[in-house]
């Protein structure tokens, strides 16, 4: 009999099953096409991995209850596996889906289930390939009970931090382990296009060649910026083409393909009504670099500004300063995100717990998440990250280079959006007065909508030109 069952055997689950099974714990594994877990099997031949052929047979050789783990494609599929494996499970029996589903569809699909008596969890997994093989981020969340009764396999599976915690942390009812992964890709949207906008701008108007690039990010890995995306932005650098000789950077088409998390982020926020303009800006972004033969007709008609000579080497610094600032927006943002849903949708993630297993195994993994768990775990209800009093000094410290960055990329015409929207963000949160009141003048002008004043209280309308009737 096997412990646990994975239906699924794409990238990600051929590589949770070996884990599982390196771990000791014996996994049946099943997927649609039988080819691939032939293939599956014979390639990776270990004791503690089951090959079946058939749902029936998959659930006959779990442990009861059953722990089952879906590793399909999030969508149409989850709901085409479930309606094949529900007449065959038990009350008490767990269905995890580790895959991307909307957080809303687990919600759906675990009330459902409920109704036969079976568990569902909802899991979000970070690290790709080699982080489900060799330790993933795990984010779950559902029924507290059905988590407790994976919790050995999930903690003997995850990557360890450095402290060794195991990175998987029972993050709440319902949608919360997916929620919580979608979260977690619209800040990895954030962070990849402000390393993209670095290379640029030290490309573009640095004059600097890639591998000297490449050795700056090598550098920048070492200290305040260590993280995967920095890291292997080093690493990419550094190849190239067998054929031309060429960096291979150069020669991938700059068409940025999306699978829709990063905008299932913003348009969630757009929901809640919390602001993650670095996010969203990452999404459009993408959107922006599809319109690959439009920029190019549009290169030829729509003049910049005239080319200068390359910046100076203290273009290094200022776009180092401006990219760990505009990591810790990415983080802020996604944070204040998932504050909210904890009041919106019943979450009981502790934010302290979210950065703790983010700290490994997952691709947003970076050294500034210590720095953000210690912030929430001395002060819990800390409303945003850029409060914190390390990242607040650290941030004051760079502001500077952050803005000179921006600076730069505005006047030589490179567009840096993400780090116009996290500048923008700051500027915006430590501002004590915004132009909202004019904005709430305007709007009580043409439609009524009352103002309130800063002088006393109550509700306010104004006819703001008595000479005209509205
Ligand atoms: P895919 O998302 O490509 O899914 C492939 C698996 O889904 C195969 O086993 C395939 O079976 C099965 N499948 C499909 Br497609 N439709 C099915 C159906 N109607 N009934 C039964 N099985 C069906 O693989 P993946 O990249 O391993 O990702 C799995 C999940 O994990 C996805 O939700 C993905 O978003 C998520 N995820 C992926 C990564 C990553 O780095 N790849 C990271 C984190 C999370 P077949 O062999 O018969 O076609």
Aim: charged share 20%.
């Amino acid at each position: 009999m096997a412990s646990i069952g994975v239906i699924g055997l794409g990238v990600m689950g051929q590589n949770l099953a070996r884990n599982i099974a390196r771990r000791g714990f014996r996994v049946a594994v099943y997927n649609r096409t039988r080819e691939k877990t032939e293939t599956f099997v014979q390639q990776h031949p270990d004791p503690n991995i089951l090959a079946t052929y058939a749902l029936e047979e998959l659930t006959a050789h779990l442990e009861r209850p059953r722990r089952l783990l879906l590793m399909v494609k999030a969508g149409a599929a989850v709901d085409a596996l479930i309606a094949q494996v529900r007449p065959l499970l038990e009350p008490g029996d767990v269905l995890i889906d580790g895959g991307n589903s909307h957080f809303t569809d687990t919600e759906r699909r675990q009330r459902e289930l409920a109704s036969d008596g079976i568990l569902m969890l909802g899991m979000g997994i970070s690290g790709g390939e080699e982080g489900a093989l060799r330790g993933p981020s795990l984010m779950p969340g559902g029924p507290k009970e059905a988590y407790e009764m994976v919790a050995p396999v999930l903690e003997a599976i995850a990557a360890r931090a450095h402290d060794g915690r195991p990175c998987v942390a029972y993050l709440g009812p319902g949608g919360a382990g997916h929620y919580v992964k979608m979260v977690h890709n619209g800040i990895e949207y954030a962070l990849m296009q402000g390393i993209a906008e670095a290379y640029d701008l030290l490309r573009q108007v640095g004059g600097l060649d890639v591998d000297h690039l490449a050795a700056i990010f090598e550098e920048w890995n070492r200290a305040e910026l260590a993280s995967f995306l920095v890291e292997i932005t080093a690493h990419i650098l550094r190849v190239q083409d067998p054929q031309t000789g060429r960096p291979l950077v150069d020669l991938v088409l700059d068409r940025a393909h999306q699978k829709g998390t990063g905008k299932w982020t913003s348009q969630n926020a757009l929901d809640v009504g919390v602001p993650v303009p670095t996010i969203t800006s990452a999404v459009e972004a993408r959107y922006l670099s599809a319109l690959k033969e439009e920029r190019v007709r549009a290169s030829a008609a729509l003049p910049g500004p005239a080319p200068e000579p390359p910046g100076g080497l203290h273009m290094i610094d200022q776009a180092r300063a401006a990219l760990f600032a505009n990591m810790v927006v990415a983080y802020a943002q996604g944070m204040a995100l998932l504050r909210r849903a904890t009041a919106e949708y019943g979450y009981t993630y502790r934010l302290a717990d979210v950065a703790a297993i983010w700290r490994a195994g997952c691709i947003i993994r970076a050294a500034l998440l210590e720095d953000i768990r210690q912030a929430f775990d001395q002060a819990p209800e800390l409303p945003n990250v850029l409060l914190a009093p390390v990242l607040r000094h650290a941030l004051a410290e760079r502001q500077q280079g952050w803005r000179a960055t921006l600076i730069a990329g505005v006047h030589h015409g490179v567009p840096m959006p993400a780090t116009a929207a996290a500048l923008a963000y700051y500027d915006g949160y430590r501002s004590a007065r915004l132009p909202a009141n004019l904005i709430q003048a305007q709007r009580d002008y043409f439609g009524a909508h009352t103002y309130e004043r800063v002088d006393r209280p109550g509700t306010f309308h104004t006819t703001w030109r008595p000479d005209v009737t509205m």
